[in-house]
């Protein structure tokens, strides 16, 4: 059930009513919602919620146990249970056959096995969500066990945090320490709250529908189906519009997500602050999907020992991370080595700011100095990708080849795909303030005239979408 469907407005529109309807019996309205995000799962395929009421029960018993240990050892068992748990059903969907995969090439090409040889590949399909809500779970076993976090006793409310529908199928990805107090709070939804969910459903859909479908559809999908057709002007600037297609998609789903969290009085995290003006790689990922990047760096990072332990471990660190990074988002040989290459990157910036201090060296982010280190950021961030939205190696190898080709006209780019990339990158790198006062405006508006805006963005989103809403492209991982 996509956000950007009308199934999800009319399930929205149900879910409501009957949680307002309840809003004075507060654990029952907690229990429709609880149930409401079950069905919402198993939308996607109704035998995988046994997979997330598996990981519900194991670390919530698994919770209150650590917490009731009297010794370290005991406390451990438990952790390494909601662990192996959570890390097992992760691996086992979504590892198990690209390691077995990898294992069988190696086996054949050193002459051990032959072709024939049958391997015991599981082929099943990637549970929707299970990247999102096992990092969720753990996060909460972990917190628990450095008593940074108290068990929660109810169990319908674990459940609802573990499971509620707007951040279940591609976050944010939120701790039990923001959530569960909301939870807690007699429920409450105030005007400004809702007319700023209006807002942030209609700027989600609009990135979207309107700008990242289109240029899916009408350039990137043509330039990886087709490298060959197009001239190497041609990919780059189709390298540039995935960068943009890939941000309104996950940052218009992130949108969206807010938005429906607050129509029933919760607010979830904001999982993106213009990464594309980072002025390096390092602080892009500051910027992009930084619930992960706030996961990775407090339980990865900082156990690993951070900076901690001195600059050859720091540049370890810094490498295990980013592959963890690549590697969360699939299983693919792709997304290592897009792990690698950022990780590399990340490092060469970890190194000469470390030199610039040692050497007590100026700063300069201004003029163009900055436009030269966001330009360079974003370029590299862009091609890149090749490895993000590449099927194998061989497609992304393809591709960036095609880079270095010797035409360079842009011959098969129509006037529209230039509008849309000129109004996303206008938008991005305009002021913040800007889009801030529109939604000022827009909550300040009078009713009616909020109404006639989402009407208008719904039928114009329904003009410009296929027939079939175009999936979330995070949906995959």
Known sequence: MAFNSLSYA??????????????????????????????????????????????TVVDYTCGIQIAEAKSKARKKLFLTISLVTNLGLLGTFKYYDFFLDSIRTVLISMGWFDESVAFPFLRAALPVGISFYTFQTMAYSIDIFRG??????????????????????????????????????????????LSEGIFLTIKGLIKKVAIADFLGINLVDRIYARTGDFTSAEVLLGLFAYSMQIYCDFSGYTDLARGSGKFFGYELPINFQRPYQAESVAKFWRRWHMTLSL??????????????????????????????????????????????????VVCVNRYHNQRRVRLKLAYDLTGWNLIWRVAFAFL???VARVLFRGQNLDEAWRVFIALFGPDWGLDHIHWKIWLVLAVSFAVHWSPKRWVDQAGYVFVAAPWPLQGIALGIMTWWMVYLSNTQPVPFIYFAF
């Open 295 to 344: 996961w990775v760096r407090h339980y990865i990072y900082f156990p690993l020992g951070g900076t901690r332990k001195g600059d050859t471990r720091a540049y370890m660190n810094i490498m295990v991370v980013l592959i963890v990074m690549g590697l969360w988002h699939g299983a693919n040989w792709t997304f290592f080595w897009y792990g690698v290459f950022h990780g590399f």
């Open 10 to 55: 009319i399930f929205l529109v149900v879910a409501f009513i009957l949680s307002w309807g309840l809003a004075r019996f507060r654990m029952l309205r907690l229990t429709m919602l609880l149930l409401a995000s079950w069905f919402f799962y198993m939308n996607a395929k109704a035998v995988y919620i046994l997979l997330i009421l598996g990981s």
């Open 148 to 193: 940074d976090q108290q068990p929660i006793r109810n169990f319908v409310k674990f459940a609802l945090f573990v499971s509620f529908f707007p951040q279940l199928v591609a976050g944010p990805i939120v701790l039990a320490s923001h959530l569960i107090p909301q939870f807690e709070r007699p429920p409450q939804l105030t005007r400004r709250q």
């Open 380 to 382: 590299f961030v862009s």
